[in-house]
């Protein structure tokens, strides 16, 4: 589902206005759905990705759909400004200069492989979103990291890092999921 520019900006400007509020509220702003077109209420899940310079300053999402769109990406917004462990809360000086980006992803699909050697064959660089399950360890990048990790074993070796496993880690019981987004900025 690929959204039109009105309901895209929509977005947008809930996600920073979420962030806004939560400066000054310190929760994240309440969205009446009823305020918002059908397709801005459906189950969805995203990432809300926050940036200053070039520089990650926040990312919080879910991979599951368990709450509509306008919701999630307004909780994410928030999660993402003020509860990202790996960063402080956001300061309202850096609102001027923060980037935000939208990612709206499809539901996550099991992807079928015989060897790590045949699952890097099969990931497609730019589209791919993944999810790596190793027993209760779990890590996803995002379509978007294929920017600073344009090659697939490379995706795939950091990835497994994030997931809190070696990068040189292969069992025949790691699971991959495969996801992709649509990306609004």
């Not at 994240?28 to 520089?55: C, H, M, W």
């Not at 993944?130 to 490379?154: A, C, D, N, Y």
């Amino acid at each position: 589902m690929s959204l039109n520019k009105e309901n895209r900006q929509r977005l947008l400007d809930l996600a920073k206005n979420s962030i806004v509020h939560g400066l000054q509220k310190g929760r994240p702003l309440k969205v009446n759905l009823d305020d918002y077109p059908a397709e801005l209420t459906e189950l969805r899940a995203t990432f809300v990705t926050l940036e200053i310079s070039g520089q990650l300053r926040g990312c919080i999402g879910m991979l599951e759909a368990v709450r509509p769109l306008a919701e999630d990406i307004a909780e994410n917004a928030f999660s993402a400004a003020f509860n990202d462990p790996r960063f402080p809360p956001l300061d309202a000086s850096e609102l001027g200069g923060l980037e935000i980006h939208l990612s709206i992803l499809t539901p996550a699909e099991p992807v079928s492989f015989s060897s790590e050697q045949d699952l890097v064959s099969q990931l497609q660089p730019g589209i791919d979103g993944l999810i790596l399950q190793e027993g209760h360890r779990r890590g996803t990048f995002l379509p978007s990291v294929w920017e600073s990790l344009p090659e697939p074993r490379q995706f795939l070796r950091h990835l497994k890092q994030k997931a809190g496993l070696p990068p040189d880690y292969w069992s025949n019981t790691i699971r991959i999921y495969r996801y992709h987004a649509e990306v609004i900025d």
